[in-house]
């Protein structure tokens, strides 16, 4: 007996038998589903989300839940490798497309991580040269060498919140140690 397998959003309907999985029917029938593992329920690559038909399906076996755990009732998430169907379902596959297409791109595209940014070497000197005059610059005369200018500070300068203050002396109090041994 053959069921409905509607994919979402094209609207795409598949007849699909309740004695193979998902994943087998659907690589027949031309649709990319990844996978790493082949259908033996241990990479969790080939996820499909349910749209509508949940009740339509097989109960998730233990390597299933293994992977996925328990919580189909949020995530709507099952192995195709290991849903079988008893009814007519949707179902959501773009993921698997949509990450097939943007890898065709990559390819088409060449390696961006092995990019190398070539600059030439007048551009090289000419970066060094404008480091070098920024670092020789003098720095606003307020603030240069500041410290070695002690207490002439300028007195109409906005004042300065905290800072400029020279931490006060340490002070031993031996005599009252002395006391105190006593
Ligand atoms: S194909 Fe690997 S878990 Fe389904």
Known sequence: MT???????????IEVDGERSLF???K?????IKSSCGGCATCGDCVIIIKSGELNLNPQPFEETRLLGNVFHITKERLSCQTKVTGDVTIDISAHEKNSASLK?????????TQVLVRKREEIEKSVRLNEEKTQEKPADTWYKHWEKGDQVDPNAPKRLGG???????RFDDSKDEDDSK
Do not use: C, I, M
């Open 28 to 32: 027949k029938s031309g649709k990319k």
């Open 24 to 26: 087998e029917q659907l």
């Open 105 to 113: 791109k990559d390819v088409a595209s060449g390696p961006k991580s």
């Open 164 to 170: 400029n203050k020279r931490p006060k002396p340490f």
């Open 3 to 13: 069921h409905k397998l509607t994919l979402w959003p094209s609207g795409e309907v």
